[in-house]
């Protein structure tokens, strides 16, 4: 069976620092990997997804993560916290095959920017 | 640039009562998804819908459950007998391919209070 740990419920940066999320995932095949952002009171919003080509993603707002198989991680990065950034994180897994193409998430990472 | 649309965006209700949660997928996707997150916690997957029918539903998705949908752009979630343990914020999603790369767009949610 497949599932995701996201190392840390929450974590506080300052503005202008790095930014490092992490996500583990276990799967018996091939996953697909997204991580998605959830603003308050909206819904999820996809920010990146692996799908077997490029290792390393690029997303939107200058968010970017990489999958290394061997460490079977999709750890979410950014090089300089902005306060915009302040969210929850959710990092997610789909099967290569999967005919009803549910995700799977983990718990979720609330990120904290001070100023 | 097309949405998931849900309404309402609350409902209170009573112990034991019928709720009816609505979504608008975006048109031209195929594939339909309900998924819950009781507050603090994980996002469930509940069940998948394709071609007017379940794909796939977890184990939380019990006869109490049911999804529908009844014309061409509405897709429903009905709980038949509410129970205080479904509080809960409901999100809708779609996607426009099996494929698992695929990405899945999702509402804004419906927070279910029941009391």
């Known amino acids: 069976a497949q599932s995701v740990t996201q190392l840390g419920s929450h974590v506080s940066v300052s503005e202008g620092a790095l930014v490092l999320l992490r996500c583990n995932y276990s799967?018996?095949?091939?996953?697909?990997l997204f991580w998605y952002v959830q603003y308050p009171n909206q819904g999820l919003q996809l920010l990146l997804k692996?799908?077997?080509?490029?290792?390393l993603v690029k997303g939107i707002n200058g968010f970017e993560a990489e999958f290394k198989k061997s460490e079977t991680s999709f750890h979410l990065t950014k090089p300089s916290a902005h306060m915009s950034d302040a969210a929850e994180y959710f990092c997610?897994?789909?099967?290569?095959?999967?005919?009803?193409?549910?995700?799977?998430f983990g718990q979720g990472t609330e990120l904290s920017v001070k100023p | 640039e097309p949405e998931v649309t849900q309404t309402p965006s609350h409902q209170v209700t009573q112990m034991g009562q019928e709720v009816i949660l609505r979504c608008v997928p975006i048109?031209?996707?195929?594939?339909f998804y309900w998924y819950r997150q009781i507050l603090g916690q994980k996002v469930e997957f509940l069940v998948s819908?394709?071609?007017?029918?379940?794909?796939?539903k977890s184990e939380i998705f019990d006869d109490q459950f049911s999804v529908e949908r009844p014309d061409g752009s509405n897709f429903t979630l009905k709980i038949r007998s509410t129970k205080l343990e479904d509080s809960a914020m409901y999100f809708c999603?779609?996607?426009?391919?099996?494929?698992?790369?695929?990405?899945?767009?999702f509402g804004p949610g419906t927070r279910l209070t029941v009391t």
């Open positions: 999603a779609s996607r426009e391919s099996p494929d698992g790369s695929y990405e899945q767009y």
């Open positions: 799967s018996s095949v091939p996953p697909y």
């Open positions: 819908f394709y071609n007017n029918e379940i794909s796939e």
């Open positions: 997610a897994v789909s099967l290569f095959y999967n005919q009803g193409g549910k995700l799977i």
């Open positions: 048109s031209n996707h195929l594939y």
């Open positions: 692996y799908t077997s080509a490029a290792t």
